[in-house]
């Protein structure tokens, strides 16, 4: 199913997190240490940024729209990710060393809800919700202070020096 206008928005920034995700998912498999904190630095700089005002976003524009069995996952979800990120956070913050089951889960945990999201809960909400409705939340997305970039510096570069050498 195409997505509607109004919720392109949000599956860009879910398309951002998938990048940071997937960077990250494969220097889990490789287990090196310096690229492997510069792509957990990333997908922790994106959730900062924007990912985290993303899920603030959906919570105060989708849940009165939703099921309670839809609002009820999309909540626990979100507890569950601001959690694995505030531990993240505090990992980095220390300059501890970098759990790769935590990290593991915190990649799944993320991969599968954005999945969950765009597979699910938006078609759910384009089949649903009137398309007055949907452009109400667009004009709200578009309201935000949102830079379309907002994106890791730290996963540009690695992405970038890839190519050389």
Same mark, same amino acid.
Request: charged share 30%; net charge negative; aromatic share 6%.
């Given at each position: 199913?195409?997505? #509607?206008?109004? %919720?392109?928005?949000?599956?860009?920034? #879910?398309h951002r997190a998938?990048?940071?995700?997937?960077?990250?998912?494969?220097?889990? +498999?490789m287990?090196?240490?310096? @690229?492997?904190r510069?792509?957990?630095v990333?997908l922790q700089?994106?959730?900062?940024?924007?990912?985290s005002?993303?899920?603030a976003?959906?919570e105060? %524009?989708?849940?009165?729209?939703?099921?309670?069995?839809?609002r009820?996952? %999309?909540?626990?979800? #979100? /507890?569950?990710?601001?959690s694995?990120?505030?531990?993240?956070?505090?990992?980095?913050?220390s300059?501890g060393?970098?759990?790769i089951?935590?990290?593991?889960?915190?990649?799944?945990?993320?991969?599968? #809800?954005i999945r969950?999201e765009?597979?699910v809960?938006?078609?759910h909400l384009q089949s649903?919700?009137?398309?007055?409705?949907l452009?109400?939340?667009?004009?709200? %997305?578009?309201?935000?202070?949102?830079?379309? /970039?907002?994106?890791c510096?730290?996963?540009?570069? @690695?992405?970038?020096?890839? +190519?050389k050498?």
């Open positions: 199913m195409k997505r #509607h206008p109004s %919720l392109q928005p949000l599956s860009r920034e #879910h998938l990048l940071c995700w997937r960077e990250l998912d494969q220097q889990l +498999g287990r090196r240490g310096a @690229n492997l510069t792509a957990t990333a700089r994106y959730w900062s940024s924007r990912f005002s993303h899920m976003d959906e105060t %524009l989708l849940l009165g729209l939703l099921s309670d069995a839809l009820s996952r %999309l909540l626990a979800e #979100h /507890d569950t990710l601001r694995l990120f505030c531990s993240l956070d505090d990992t980095l913050d300059n060393p970098l759990a089951d935590d990290l593991a889960r915190l990649a799944a945990t993320l991969r599968a #809800h969950w765009e597979r809960l938006f078609p649903q919700v009137s398309t007055d409705e452009r109400l939340i667009g004009d709200r %997305l578009r309201g935000r202070k949102v830079s379309e /970039d907002a994106y510096d730290a996963f540009d570069d @690695n992405v970038s020096s890839r +190519g050498g």
